[in-house]
């Protein structure tokens, strides 16, 4: 099996690499990741510049533009082979519930799912890299039962990982997303020139936490995993909109 492994925090981050060796002793793996960290760059294309494609010393292929950028050069010429498998992580911290609409991780496993092809995003919940060995070895066992029957359509999975060791791994939950509070208050400061400059606020805590939620499986001490959707149709409001705002065709 032929995987695409991509990342948000860039090609030097350690996720990427602990991953990268963890599906390579198992299967084909190429390497293509952002040059700089792109945490929260969603599903952005870089559309207003040419983007350059990178060899690291270690033969990971790195790109100047976003996680999304990365998945889509290579899926549209880059690479001379179609993947079986788009894998996205780890990432240094939860891509848990709201947190979805905005990861970069997320958006790279996206990418590929939007290309017909199956993806994964891997998280561990707490940034530092603290037992990112657990990370990568509940990732690798997801991959492996992926592979042994590989959707005949796209799949798009979300898998956080508690910071605990393996052994300590209460399991693996399938959940639906939560949801969380509005984030935090912008930070204001002044930068040396006296001008006023804003700080996005750090995430909100976790609002819909109920059993079920993938904030519920990680309280508890389990591996959270998600299969996600694109269809962002409010499917209770067709008829409504419909008849208040359709109108007559106009002969």
Known sequence: MRILLANDDGYLAPGLAALYDGLRAHWDVTVIAPEQNASAASNALTLNRPLSVYTASNGFLYVNGTPSDCVH????????????????????????????????????????????????????????????????????????????DLPRSAQLLNLNVPNRPLSELAGLRVTRLGKRHPSQPVVVQKNPYGDTIYWIGGA??????????????????????????????????????AARFETRERV
Do not use: M
Request: aromatic share 6%; with cysteine.
């Open 73 to 148: 050069i290579a899926l549209t010429g880059l690479l001379d082979f179609r993947p079986d498998l788009v894998v996205s992580g780890v990432n240094n911290g939860a891509n848990l519930g709201d947190d979805t609409i905005y990861s970069g991780t997320v958006a790279a496993a996206t990418e590929g799912y939007l290309f017909g092809i199956p993806a994964l995003a891997v998280s561990l919940v707490e940034k530092g890299w603290r037992h990112l060995d657990t990370a990568v070895a509940v990732a690798v066992e997801v991959v492996a039962k992926l592979a042994q």
């Open 204 to 241: 909100g805590a976790a609002l819909d936490k109920q059993h079920g939620t993938d904030f519920d499986a990680i309280a508890h001490g389990f591996a959270s995993l998600t299969p996600l959707q694109l269809d962002l149709t409010h499917h209770g409001e067709l008829e409504a909109c």
